[in-house]
């Protein structure tokens, strides 16, 4: 279960200020948990940790074992923004990060970006495979995506013929509207729904994140069954709830001392996935109406090389959340030298994991010192339970938090922006008023 730890902000704020936010905190979870706020049509993720049936980990683990049975040895999971980073969240903190494991199929993910060589490169590595693909789009009208499943897919209908591509490729999307649910339906693809109540960011616990998840061989009940505990402990209203704890810090810090960026910190480069998923998560649930607060993420200690300069002494805008890890999962110990020539032997007997803790510690104090309020999200250790609860902790605490802030945690009104002026520069068919309007306007 997720510990919640805010004694690195004490010396910033007053003990009256932050009783004051708890009240604000707790009567928005009053309207989480009453579901009577904006965006309240979709709050299915709610209850996702006990509402997902067994039968839907089961046809994802046919298809996990059909494929075994053919040998597949690369999945390539299209998707952008709440459609691919749960899940790479989840199989990048699972996997060894350099070997591939020989259970399970190399996982990569493609549609979330428009770069030709980054697509070039996935689809020089699917010449080299047997190849499956499971393409991902709540909407099934996303660009990204959809581009790079007409590439993906020309691909795996030439190399093994177009019976065996609809056994090859898995569409997860709306129940019955979008261009890729009437691109499934007539090539005759497995489908998935992604509920219509539950927004992308919050999907990691719907198909969207269960099947990819399934594929790379990791433990899919054993994450349900953490975030259904997590759901159970933030149950529990009161000032101690974490999530409660979290969001009233959080927007102290923010509203009456102007920090306002927020860093997620991990001392494990496994978590740095987390990172981009949360970011999205806060990103595009707070930042609307010209407020919010600015996740960021660094990865220590590589990022204390590069960052650790800004955070220390940079402008003061920032507060940290490091995301803790009780235990390493590995026992790597540092040896004795006789000759001692690098001086480390005054760390010999010592594991790694011993050094990143002092680091991480040493850190927190330097940073305190600097002027950068300090919390913890800990788990015990990376495992399928603990991140489930993590998705889940993050998701009700965001929840909580946006509600806190007086926004609506549950639209994107923003996202779409771009995507208007990018169909117009495409000349895509409808946009034609827009292309004139903005091809004036880069002349000019
Ligand atoms: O959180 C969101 O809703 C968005 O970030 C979407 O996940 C993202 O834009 C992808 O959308 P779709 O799944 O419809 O392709």
Redesign the pocket.
Known sequence: MVKVNIAGCDTFVKAADYQKYVEKALAAYDVLRDENGAGNDFLGWKTLPVDIPESLIRDCETIRDEWAAKKIDLVVVI?????YLGARCAIEALSHSFIQSDKAPRIVFAGNNLSEEYLSEVMDLAARSNVACVV???????TE?AVAFRVVKEYIEKTYGKQEASHRIVAITDAVKGALKTLSTQEGYRTFV?PDNV???Y?VLTPVGILPIVLAGFDIRAMLRGAAAEREALLEKSAENPAVKYAAMRNLLYTELGKKVEILVTFNPKLQYLGEWWK?LYG?SEGKENKGIFPASVVCTTDLHSMGQFIQEGDRVMFETTVTVENSNRELVIGSDEQNLDQLNYLAGQRVEHCNAMAQLGTKLAHIDGGVPQMEVGIERINEENLGALFYFFEFACGVSAYTLGINPFN?PG?EAYKKNMFALLHKPGYEAQTEEILKRIQN
């Open positions: 998707g952008i923004g709440g459609s991902i789009s709540k909407s099934g009208t996303t995506p992604v927004g992308g960011r999907s999205q595009e994107q996202v």
